[in-house]
């Protein structure tokens, strides 16, 4: 069973960074696509960032210019650095993976709190 195991959430003031991880046990994940949705309360999941194999990366508008995204393929991990944060940011952050033959596999989610 895939497992994806995050980290790296937590309660962080306005305008601080935080880096959040996600190692997999998944065996094919150099040649998959990774990245970060998150949640909000009341509000639908959205695509925060993604970087895929080759290593493109995609980064919603809302935090370009603040978040980073990026993978170690040596340690089957993705990071998503968060910079800059807003009180709009907290939410509930999920990993993703999306394997080369479609397999969709996600995290428990980790909680990120943006206040002072």
């Known amino acids: 069973q895939v497992q994806l195991v995050e980290s790296g959430g937590g309660l962080v003031q306005p305008g601080g960074s935080l880096r959040l991880s996600c190692a997999t046990s998944?065996?094919?994940?150099?040649?998959?696509?990774a990245g970060w949705y998150r949640q909000a309360p009341g509000k639908q999941r959205e695509l925060v960032a993604s970087?895929?194999?080759?290593?493109?990366?995609k980064v919603a508008d809302s935090v370009k210019g603040r978040f980073t995204i990026s993978r170690d393929n040596a340690k089957n991990t993705v990071y998503l650095q968060m910079s800059s944060l807003k009180p709009e940011d907290t939410a509930v952050y999920y990993c993703?993976?999306?394997?080369?033959?479609?397999?969709?596999?996600w995290g428990q989610g980790t909680q990120v709190t943006v206040s002072s």
């Open positions: 993703y993976l999306l394997t080369y033959f479609k397999n969709e596999y």
């Open positions: 998944l065996s094919r994940f150099s040649t998959s696509t």
């Open positions: 970087v895929t194999s080759s290593f493109s990366t």
